[in-house]
Each structure stands twice: as structure tokens, then as C-alpha cells.
């Protein structure tokens, strides 16, 4: 139970923290209205590391159902232990979204655009092909999945007090780097959760939920949370501790 309430509440700040700092920048009238993808990266970063610190001692803060994939296909975890991650996350998404309208109600209300609305809850490409977009999102979740791992190996000595800060120098890093043609969700829950509270919530001026791209964020980053789970494990891993050896 305590597991399931840690990934819940990181996966909660995670959404409230990140997805509040794209509403904060576009939507209408709020102090950092415009303030561009660099503000974007940071914040998400940043949201993405105090939750790591807020769950990460109690459950290892997945927060994401691709990294708990990820895991799962290299035995870190159990079938059964990884649907209760899952589960916990994709609940503490879609309560994180609604804690965002709730925060933003006056900025959503005075929003007229309905594509500035729906991108405070979900991401969508820049120049839109699903192929491509699938492969965008599955490196970029490859390279978060390799990240995490090697953040955390045992021999690198990081350790468990300043890996949630390297975990949010990583999200920024992805942002950055890879995240500009499809917003890089890089975590099915983050979209897809957020996605169905816009559609459900009674948001003034939204339009739709953009369903024909959803199948994109939930794809792609579970393709490469997987891939770079076992890239990192069966060959990356083993070489470099060969070569320490």
C-alpha cells in the first residue's frame, strides 16, 4: 500500500508541477505568458526531481508506466508489482491534471485558443506524421530509461541523495536536446491521463482531445523505455563493468 500511494503522489506532483509549468507559459495572462521552451524544460525538469525525492525512498519513483515497462522487461520487477505501479501512476496523473485546472481556472477561463488550452494537459508534434513521432518519443524515452539506469548503478557512485537531482538535470537535458518536434512526453501516463481529464473536466473554450494523436505518448515511450532497458542491461552494462573489472 505505501507504494502505491508513493507512486500516486509522485506521479501527482509530477503532472501538477510539469503540466503547470506549460500552462504557466501559455496560457493568457499569467506573469510567464511566453516565456518559451527553455522555461518549459526547466520546470518539468525540476518537477520531474522534487517528486523523485518526494516517492523515490518509498518505491524507487518510476512515475511512469514506460520506465516500469522498462524495468520489468530486465526482471527489476514483477508482472503483478508492476500493474500496481501503473495503476497508482495513471490515478495520480489524472488527479494531478485536475489539481492544474484548479490552480489555473481564471488563466484557463480567459485562454480563447483551444490548442493553448489542451497543450497545458498534453503534447502534440510539430510537424505531425505517427511513424515519426512514434520513433521521436521511443529515443527519447530510450534515453531517459538509459539515464535512470545509469544514474543509479551501483558504480558510479551517485548515490540515492543526489539521484533525483541528476533524474531532473536528465528530464532538462531531453527537453532541450530531443524535445522540440512532439513535446517529448516520454510517459504514457503524463498524456494520456491529463488528455482524458481535459476531455471530461467543463474547461471554458477547449476544443477536442486530439484522440487521433494519444496513441503517440503511450507508443512510442513504452517501445523505448523497453529497448533501452535491455540495451543498457544486456550490452551497455555488461561491457563497461568488464572494463572496470
Same mark, same amino acid.
Given at each position: 500500500?505505501?507504494?502505491?500511494?508513493?507512486?500516486?503522489?509522485?506521479?501527482?506532483?509530477?503532472?501538477?508541477?510539469?503540466?503547470?509549468?506549460?500552462?504557466?507559459?501559455?496560457?493568457?495572462?499569467?506573469?510567464?505568458?511566453?516565456?518559451?521552451?527553455?522555461?518549459?524544460?526547466?520546470?518539468?525538469?525540476?518537477?520531474?526531481?522534487?517528486?523523485?525525492?518526494?516517492?523515490?525512498?518509498?518505491?524507487?519513483?518510476?512515475?511512469?508506466?514506460?520506465?516500469?515497462? /522498462?524495468?520489468? *522487461?530486465?526482471? !527489476?520487477?514483477? #508482472?503483478?508489482?508492476?500493474? =500496481?505501479?501503473? %495503476?497508482?501512476? @495513471?490515478? &495520480?496523473?489524472?488527479?494531478?491534471?485536475?489539481?492544474?485546472?484548479?490552480?489555473?481556472?481564471?488563466?484557463?477561463?480567459?485562454?480563447?485558443?483551444?490548442?493553448?488550452?489542451?497543450?497545458?494537459?498534453?503534447?502534440?508534434?510539430?510537424?505531425?506524421?505517427?511513424?515519426?513521432?512514434?520513433?521521436?518519443?521511443?529515443?527519447?524515452?530510450?534515453?531517459?530509461?538509459?539515464?535512470?539506469?545509469?544514474?543509479?548503478?551501483?558504480?558510479? /557512485?551517485?548515490? *540515492?541523495?543526489? !539521484?533525483?537531482? #541528476?533524474?531532473?538535470?536528465? =528530464?532538462?537535458? %531531453?527537453?532541450? @536536446?530531443? &524535445?522540440?518536434?512532439?513535446?517529448?512526453?516520454?510517459?504514457?501516463?503524463?498524456?494520456?491521463?491529463?488528455?482524458?481529464?481535459?476531455?471530461?473536466?467543463?474547461?471554458?473554450?477547449?476544443?477536442?482531445?486530439?484522440?487521433?494523436?494519444?496513441?503517440?505518448?503511450?507508443?512510442?515511450?513504452?517501445?523505448?523505455?523497453?529497448?533501452?532497458?535491455?540495451?543498457?542491461?544486456?550490452?551497455?552494462?555488461?561491457?563497461?563493468?568488464?572494463?572496470?573489472?
Amino acid at each position: 500500500m505505501n507504494v502505491f500511494v508513493a507512486e500516486l503522489f509522485g506521479t501527482f506532483l509530477l503532472v501538477l508541477l510539469g503540466c503547470g509549468v506549460v500552462a504557466n507559459v501559455v496560457l493568457k495572462g499569467s506573469k510567464a505568458e511566453n516565456s518559451g521552451w527553455i522555461v518549459i524544460s526547466l520546470g518539468w525538469g525540476f518537477g520531474v526531481g522534487i517528486a523523485v525525492y518526494a516517492a523515490g525512498w518509498v518505491s524507487g519513483a518510476h512515475l511512469n508506466p514506460a520506465v516500469t515497462l /522498462g524495468f520489468w *522487461a530486465i526482471g !527489476g520487477i514483477s #508482472a503483478q508489482m508492476a500493474m =500496481v505501479y501503473i %495503476i497508482a501512476q @495513471c490515478i &495520480g496523473a489524472f488527479l494531478g491534471a485536475i489539481v492544474l485546472w484548479l490552480a489555473y481556472k481564471q488563466h484557463f477561463d480567459e485562454t480563447a485558443d483551444p490548442g493553448l488550452v489542451l497543450a497545458a494537459f498534453s503534447t502534440g508534434a510539430a510537424i505531425r506524421n505517427t511513424k515519426w513521432n512514434i520513433i521521436s518519443e521511443a529515443i527519447s524515452t530510450a534515453v531517459l530509461m538509459i539515464g535512470i539506469l545509469a544514474i543509479f548503478t551501483a558504480n558510479n /557512485g551517485i548515490g *540515492a541523495g543526489f !539521484g533525483p537531482y #541528476a533524474v531532473a538535470i536528465l =528530464v532538462c537535458t %531531453i527537453g532541450l @536536446c530531443l &524535445g522540440g518536434n512532439t513535446g517529448y512526453a516520454v510517459n504514457p501516463a503524463r498524456d494520456l491521463m491529463p488528455r482524458i481529464a481535459h476531455a471530461l473536466l467543463p474547461i471554458k473554450n477547449k476544443g477536442n482531445s486530439d484522440w487521433g494523436y494519444a496513441l503517440v505518448p503511450v507508443v512510442g515511450p513504452i517501445i523505448g523505455a523497453v529497448l533501452g532497458a535491455l540495451l543498457w542491461n544486456n550490452l551497455l552494462l555488461p561491457v563497461f563493468t568488464q572494463q572496470i573489472s
